[in-house]
């Protein structure tokens, strides 16, 4: 569409539209065909869950309208795409702004999951001990997440168009949002071919083993359940068998992220491996592409992954991949591939534990074949298959803007 304006509304202070476009390129390997515009919002800090501490999903999507609000000041678009889940913005920039508007849905800001967490009083990241002892708050944190569902909900069955990155996220915007007739599953880009050059070849020679994890240093990730179930696996490890570690690639988005690298790293200590894991903050692409090619296994163990991009990555590099048996990862990614395996899935830290031992058990060729298959599969997640199904996607409405 070379007659349109691209528009990027970004709260990142401090940095040039240039310096944000060469962090793409430095990160992701993307280059952008022609150069688009970005808007630098002042009040970014209305959405960081920091500033809410209690009530977060209600304080963050107020502090979005507020946000919304100050971008329309800034310029009112023609069609307005929310592609970071602020939901409320939606309506906003439909009434108030007179766009169309749509929305890509990463990860809905609440789920039926969330609601049977709190149900079943399970204590989680999210719903900590406190709350899940108490009948009492558990009740009230029941009605609150209902009612907030609801005005999710009317949120965002304004949309033009709904995109949503997975079959997980798609059960859950349809129960939700309910507007089947605008909703399509795009499954995010993942640069697939970046990882083609790196070789398949038998790794039965191998002195050491390496672990690879790729994801944000975030709560939900659940790095601590990686780092005890690879205890584990050492502690059962014969004497004279091959050497392992634990590689633990990430992005620190803020101070927090920060604090929980450093309690992660005390974990281990605490565990006497800390010579056996090692933490990779902030890598460039180059670096990332590096420690792929030298890991034997991926691992991932986030609960509910909405998609799960680093796991696509891993497989497309030719690892052996272990994700967790929810969302994403067992609904789309790391499915048979003409009736062959592709991965491993597993859902506690003794299940965790059995795959790793399974799959460095496995004879290098056995191990081979799952890694030739996975590659094969991920084809289904490339960049080109993202641009296809989004230009689809978003055809009804960019094309009446051309017109």
Known sequence: YPDINFVVYTGDLGVTGQQILEGARQRFNIVLPRPVRFVFLQHRVL???GLFPH???LGQSVGSVFLGWEALMELVPDLYIDSMGYAFTLPLFRYLGGCSVGSYVHYPTISTDMLSVVRERNPRFNNPDFISNSLFLSAFKLVYYCLFAVLYGMAGSCCDVIMVNSSWTLDHILSLWRSPNHTSVVYPPCDVSAFLDIP???DGARKCHSIVSVGQFRPEKDHRLQIRAFKKVLDRRKKGSEALKLVLIGGCRNQEDEDRVLMLRGLC???GMGDRVEFKLNVSFKELKEEMSEATIGLHTMWN???????VECMAAGKVILAHKSGGPKLDIVRPFEGRQTGFL???EDSYVEAIEQILALSPDSRLQIRRDARQSVARFSDEEFEACLLAA???LIGTLER
Do not use: S, W
Not at 305 to 311: D, K, L, N, T
């Open 47 to 49: 959405v960081e869950p």
């Open 346 to 348: 597993a859902d506690n």
């Open 305 to 311: 992954e909405h998609f799960g991009i680093g796991v």
């Open 55 to 57: 009530f977060t999903l």
């Open 269 to 271: 200590q605490e565990l």
């Open 200 to 202: 398949l070849e038998e």
């Open 394 to 396: 978003m055809e009804p």
